[in-house]
C-alpha cells in the first residue's frame, strides 16, 4: 500500500465525548451505589457486635445469678440443719430432765433402784465410770428405793474405769443405808466381776458367765512384714523407753519382764480388791484368780456369786410384784450416734476401742 493510501494518525476519529461522558456517568453511578452498601456493611457488623456482648453480658449476669441462687440454697440447707440440731440437742437435754428417773415401776412406791452396766466398761462407751456412778448415787439418794441393783451385762474392760466404780460402791456399802445388789445376766466377767465384787450380794442365772479374774495385753508384732515390704520406720522419743512396746520393733526379753511385771501387779490389785468385796465367801481354789470364767453354777459352789436368780423373782424377794425403777442416766442421742461410727470405725481397721493397752476383758460371744 502507498504512503498516499495510509490514513494520517491525526486524522484518525477521537473519543466519542457521548460515549465518554454515558461510562463516566455508570461508574460514577457504581461507586455511589457501592458506597452506602459498605456502609450498611459496617453498620450491620457493628451492630452484631454489640448484640453478640450484649448477649455474652446476659449470659454472665445469668450465670452470676444462677451461682447466687445455688449460693442462697446451700446456705438456707445448712442453717436449717444447724437449727435441727439446735433443736434435738434442746429436745434431748430436756427429755433427759424430764425422763431421768423414770422407769419401768411406781417411783411413789417402794421399789428396786436399777443401774445398768451394759457392754464394755470405757470412758468412751456407755458403760463409763461417770454414767454408772451417777446412777448409783441417783438410786441410793432415791427416797422409795428398797435397795440398789447393779444389772451388769458386760465382758469387762477399762481397770480404771472398773476400779472407780468399785470405790464407789464400796463407799456406798460402807453407809449402810440400803444393800447394793449385784445381778449378772449373760457375761459378768473381768472388769465387770470386778464391779460386782463390792456389792453386798451377787445374783446370777444359771448360764451366766462369771469369773476371769485376770489381765490381758494384746498386740501385733509387724517388724518382719515391714522389712519384706521395704518400708522405713521412723521413730524419735526422748527417752529410750518411750517407744518400747511399738509393734514394729522387736519385743525382747527386758520388755517383756517390764510389761509382765506392769500385769502382774495389775493383777494383784484385782485380786485384793475381790478378797476385800467377797472376804470369806470365797473358796481356797487357786484357780479363782488364774483367768478361768465359769457358769453361774459352777460359781457359786466357788463363792463368786450368792445365789441363782432373775430380776423378776428377785425383785419378788423384796415386794409382791416385780417393781423397779431405771436410775441409769440416759445417753444423748448425738453423744450415742458418735460413739457407736466411732466404735464401728475402730472395728472395721482392727484397732482397740479402748485408749488403755491393759483390758480387764474376756470375749463376749459365748451362745448356746
Do not use: C
Not at 494520517?8 to 458506597?35: I, N
Not at 433443736?87 to 430432765?97: C, K, Q, T, Y
Not at 447394793?180 to 442365772?205: F, P, Q, R
Not at 522387736?250 to 509382765?260: A, G, K, V
Request: without cysteine; negative net charge; hydrophobic residues 40%.
Amino acid at each position: 500500500m502507498s504512503k498516499e493510501n495510509t490514513p494520517d494518525e491525526d486524522d484518525r476519529p477521537g473519543p466519542d465525548p457521548w460515549t465518554q461522558e454515558v461510562g463516566a456517568g455508570a461508574q460514577k453511578r457504581q461507586t455511589e451505589e457501592a458506597e452506602p452498601a459498605a456502609s450498611e456493611d459496617a453498620e450491620a457488623l457493628v451492630e452484631r457486635q454489640r448484640l453478640m456482648q450484649l448477649e455474652m453480658m446476659d449470659r454472665w449476669i445469668g450465670g452470676v445469678l444462677t451461682e447466687q441462687r445455688r449460693s442462697r440454697r446451700w446456705k438456707l440447707f445448712f442453717r436449717f440443719i444447724f437449727v435441727a440440731i439446735i433443736v434435738a440437742l434442746l429436745w434431748g437435754a430436756f427429755s433427759s430432765a424430764i425422763l431421768v428417773g423414770a422407769g419401768r415401776g411406781m417411783p411413789a412406791q417402794p421399789h428396786l433402784g436399777i443401774v445398768t452396766v451394759d457392754g464394755v466398761i470405757a470412758s468412751d462407751s456407755p458403760a463409763n465410770a461417770e454414767r454408772v456412778i451417777s446412777g448409783l448415787n441417783r438410786a441410793w439418794e432415791a427416797e422409795h428405793t428398797e435397795a440398789v441393783l447393779l444389772h451388769i451385762n458386760s465382758p469387762g474392760g477399762s481397770p480404771v474405769q472398773s476400779q472407780r466404780i468399785y470405790a464407789e460402791i464400796m463407799r456406798l456399802r460402807d453407809a449402810g443405808d440400803k444393800p447394793i445388789i449385784a445381778l449378772i445376766e449373760d457375761i459378768g466377767a473381768s472388769g465387770a466381776y470386778y464391779i460386782a465384787a463390792a456389792a453386798d450380794e451377787i445374783a446370777a442365772s444359771p448360764a451366766s458367765l462369771v469369773g476371769s479374774i485376770g489381765v490381758i495385753y494384746s498386740g501385733f508384732g509387724f517388724e518382719r512384714a515391714i522389712d519384706s515390704l521395704g518400708i522405713e520406720r521412723r521413730v524419735l522419743t526422748a527417752g529410750e523407753n518411750k517407744a518400747f512396746l511399738d509393734p514394729f520393733k522387736p519385743l525382747d526379753e527386758e520388755t517383756t519382764e517390764f510389761w509382765q511385771q506392769v500385769l502382774d501387779n495389775t493383777h494383784q490389785q484385782f485380786i485384793d480388791d475381790v478378797v476385800a468385796g467377797r472376804g470369806e465367801r470365797l473358796s481356797d481354789d487357786d484357780e479363782i484368780f488364774s483367768g478361768l470364767i465359769w457358769s453361774g453354777e459352777q460359781a457359786i459352789e466357788l463363792g463368786l456369786i450368792d445365789r441363782l436368780d432373775s430380776l423378776e423373782s428377785l425383785s419378788r424377794s423384796y415386794f409382791d410384784e416385780a417393781r423397779w425403777e431405771d436410775y441409769t442416766p440416759a445417753q444423748d442421742p448425738f453423744e450415742r450416734l458418735s460413739r457407736r461410727l466411732a466404735q464401728t470405725a475402730a472395728q472395721l481397721l482392727g484397732l482397740k476401742s479402748s485408749p488403755s493397752p491393759v483390758s480387764l476383758q474376756v470375749p463376749s460371744d459365748a451362745s448356746y
